[in-house]
């Protein structure tokens, strides 16, 4: 069983940064595709970031590319999403998601099989 937990959320300015950290437990970290998603309310979940098992390979929604980059240690079994530029329309509740998907990268919500509770980021106009 593989769990999830999401850090650095928090209140930003629009312009600001935020990092995100996810801390995964278990020992297969690094044979999942590991995604960032979001949810803002009286939305649908959205695809925001995506990165192969090896980190080589990463995959951005339009909206993020560009301001947003995903990385990950499988060392330290865990994975970043580095914001940038931060929009009002980025407020949301970011979570963490692992993929066992064959493909390199993985943007569907329902392929991924463990979740992290969430972190909330809201950016002030």
């Known amino acids: 069983q593989t769990q999830l937990v999401e850090s650095g959320g928090g209140l930003v300015q629009a312009g600001g940064s935020l990092r995100l950290s996810c801390a995964a437990s278990?020992?297969?970290?690094?044979?999942?595709?590991m995604g960032w998603f979001r949810q803002a309310p009286g939305k649908e979940r959205e695809f925001v970031a995506c990165?192969?098992?090896?980190?080589?390979?990463?995959y951005y929604a339009d909206s993020v590319k560009g301001r947003f980059t995903i990385s990950r240690d499988n060392v330290k079994n865990m994975v970043y999403l580095q914001m940038n530029s931060l929009k009002p329309e980025d407020t949301a509740v970011y979570y963490c998601a692992a993929s066992p998907s064959v493909g390199s990268i993985e943007t569907m919500w329902s392929q991924y099989n463990y979740w992290g509770q969430g972190t909330q980021v809201t950016v002030s106009s």
């Open positions: 278990g020992r297969t970290f690094s044979t999942y595709v």
């Open positions: 990165i192969s098992r090896s980190g080589i390979i990463t």
